[in-house]
């Protein structure tokens, strides 16, 4: 009926369908769709419009940073209180197990950061620039691109359940724990 609908819509009906995976849709439904892809706004414009919306310049570029250039995450970890000091001082946190770092976060949140972390950290150990993290902020991990892969495989897998952990604390300390050896690892 979907299907249907979409290839025929009653009168004057138009559907706007917005997804971030498109590849994820089935050919039958995108064989049925037009395509726009709309591209985040650039560094400036998006500076400009978080300055309007009454964030002060240098927080705003930090946290532009940590969510990959998307300003509406950018509003929405001032929302959750996540400060740049917040994010610069994860990856230490992490290091050292300190779950404290995390108790202000949902487990979806947590693990969002950490795995923004492990993609950095990945990055660097492929030799290219981290995207969320300064390089300096960074720890001096030395764990394997395998060792970061699995532990990404790991969060992933945390994430199907995050919306719902039996206990949230127990989950936010499981995350800490996860994070602290794989930081600690020798490739």
Not at 53 to 60: I, K
Not at 111 to 118: F, M, T, Y
Not at 154 to 168: D, G, I, V, Y
């Amino acid at each position: 009926a979907l299907l249907k609908t979409l290839e025929e819509p009653p009168g004057d009906v138009r559907f706007v369908l917005a997804t971030e995976a498109a590849h994820q849709l089935l050919p039958t439904i995108r064989s049925r769709c037009q395509t726009h892809t709309l591209a985040w706004p650039d560094s400036a414009e998006a500076l400009q419009w978080l300055a309007g919306q009454g964030l002060d310049v240098p927080v705003a570029e930090a946290l532009l940073r940590s969510a990959g250039g998307r300003p509406d995450d950018v509003l929405r970890q001032t929302g959750n209180g996540l400060s740049p000091a917040w994010w610069a001082a994860l990856p230490k946190a992490m290091l050292q197990g300190d779950v404290s770092h995390l108790s202000e976060l949902t487990p979806a949140q947590a693990i969002d950061a950490l795995q923004k972390l492990c993609h950095d950290l990945v990055l660097r150990a492929s030799g290219a620039d981290p995207r969320f993290f300064m390089a300096s902020q960074l720890p001096a991990c030395a764990a394997s691109v395998a060792t970061l892969t699995e532990w990404f495989k790991r969060l992933r897998q945390s994430a199907r359940t995050a919306e719902h952990p039996f206990n949230a604390g127990l989950m936010l300390e499981a995350l800490a724990n996860a994070a602290q050896p794989t930081l600690r690892a020798r490739a």
